[in-house]
């Protein structure tokens, strides 16, 4: 059984360059949707960015 209620992931992690921060990927029903194209200083900024990403994706769909 699937959860259609909530189809979108985000996940937080941490950037290969530059060393420290982080990107954000976007998933629906585990298939990659949409990612970062730039790195944040925090996980909090990562994040908020994503959210605003997603909430896109659900406005425009």
Request: proline fraction near 3%; hydrophobic fraction near 40%.
């Amino acid at each position: 059984m699937t959860n259609d209620a909530h189809p979108f992931t985000l996940e937080i992690g941490l950037a290969f360059r530059p060393v420290g921060y982080c990107t954000w990927e976007i998933r629906k029903h585990g298939q990659l949707i949409q990612r970062s194209d730039r790195s944040h200083r925090t996980a909090a900024r990562a994040k908020a960015d994503g959210l605003a990403a997603m909430e896109r994706l659900v406005r425009d769909a």
